[in-house]
């Protein structure tokens, strides 16, 4: 499943800094979205450029164990906690970013998997934040996914889905 990755332009990175921005203003410490089609091709937005540069650079993306789990149990959230994480992945990010838990939601559309990173600088209990915030989190992910989705269909052209079947599916 893991062919592929590369980051998303500066503009679309841009634009979904600013709901970066607001998810940082309840708490959240760090954001990341992640699309990866069923062909293994992902696209990552990487609140932290720094970080995006490392974990594109050392392809991370073909380490990441959220995408393991995901496979095992999928359509469901993936709940992490850095402080017995042995995967070099989250350590290095944990220590660079200053996090200590996290969770990802996925969602799939069509031909594409879409996995938004939530991590928090103490540690959270994620299942009860899940309880409580679910609805807002979903909303917030629909949103990134409509933006990175549409600028893969957009700008690269991938033929999976039209913007229409797109614009359906992100309703």
């Known amino acids: 499943m893991k062919r592929a ?11 979904l800094d600013a709901l970066t921005h607001e998810l940082k203003e309840v708490g959240i410490a760090y954001v990341g979205h992640g699309v990866v089609s069923t062909h293994g091709d992902h696209t990552g937005y990487f609140a932290d450029r720094t970080w995006r ?69 103490n ?8 309880k409580e915030l679910s609805p807002l989190m979903s909303a917030y992910h629909k949103h990134y996914d409509r933006t990175h989705l549409g600028w893969r269909m957009v700008d690269l052209k991938e033929p999976q889905a039209s913007l229409s079947e797109l614009q359906t599916m992100l309703s």
């Not at 993306?61 to 999928?74: A, I, M, S, T, Y």
């Open 53 to 121: 540069d490392i974990y594109l650079s050392k392809k991370f993306f073909h380490q990441c164990p959220v995408l393991e789990v995901f496979k095992l149990n999928p359509f469901r959230v993936v709940h992490w906690d850095l402080d017995v994480e042995d995967n070099e992945v989250h350590v290095m990010r944990s220590k660079m970013i200053g996090i200590s838990s996290g969770i990802t939601f996925c969602n799939f559309y069509n031909s594409y998997f879409t996995f938004f990173n939530v991590a928090f600088p």
């Open 123 to 130: 540690h959270v209990d994620t299942e009860q934040y899940v």
């Open 5 to 15: 990755t590369s980051g998303i332009p500066d503009e679309v990175s841009d634009s």
